[in-house]
């Protein structure tokens, strides 16, 4: 009796050990590219000087708005996240109670608005600003854009 439950103890940890030898390259991200900057900060730049600079402020562009928040404070969000505010509207990222200290919303840049490379740009620019230099993305950057 006892032999059998040794038996059935040692065949579970072949079953586990078999498990792990499997699981353990993805997880060490072999399967899928690890989280990187995508788009360029300074093509962002100058969409947002001629798109957002009328209603937020944000590090090194001069006289921005108030009307909307004041980005230098947005330091938490990741580049999937401010791709999710450009084109869904900021509302989309903000709690109820953030959004209702503001009076005007936000429009959502989706495409025709934006392109899809414009908004990955201007992601790329706010996370560069509300960053340290060279911090990568927390979660690697989705190719499509989100659903709203
Ligand atoms: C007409 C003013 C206006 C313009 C133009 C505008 N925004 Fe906004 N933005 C807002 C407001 C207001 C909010 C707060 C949410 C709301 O009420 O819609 C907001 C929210 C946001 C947020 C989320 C902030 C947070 O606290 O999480 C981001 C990021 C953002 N805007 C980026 C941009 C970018 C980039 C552009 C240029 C493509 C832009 N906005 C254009 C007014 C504007």
Not at 30 to 35: I, K, L, Q, R
Not at 76 to 105: P, Q, R, S, W
Not at 124 to 142: D, L
């Amino acid at each position: 009796m006892l032999q059998i439950n040794i038996g059935r103890r040692v065949g579970v940890w072949v079953a586990a050990l078999t498990l792990v030898a499997f699981a353990a390259p993805v997880a060490l991200g072999h399967t899928s590219a690890a989280p990187k900057l995508v788009g360029s900060p300074t093509a962002g730049k100058t969409v947002f000087t001629s798109t957002c600079i009328t209603c937020h402020m944000l590090k090194t562009v001069s006289s921005g708005g108030s009307i909307g928040p004041n980005l230098n404070k947005v330091t938490a969000l990741d580049e999937n996240t401010i791709i999710k505010a450009l084109t869904c509207g900021g509302a989309a990222v903000m709690t109820k109670a953030a959004v209702a200290k503001y009076t005007t919303t936000m429009a959502a840049y989706a495409p025709p608005a934006l392109t899809q490379t414009q908004i990955t740009n201007l992601a790329a620019f706010i996370f560069s600003e509300t960053h340290p230099k060279g911090a990568v993305p927390k979660a690697v950057v989705s190719k499509t854009l989100p659903k709203c």
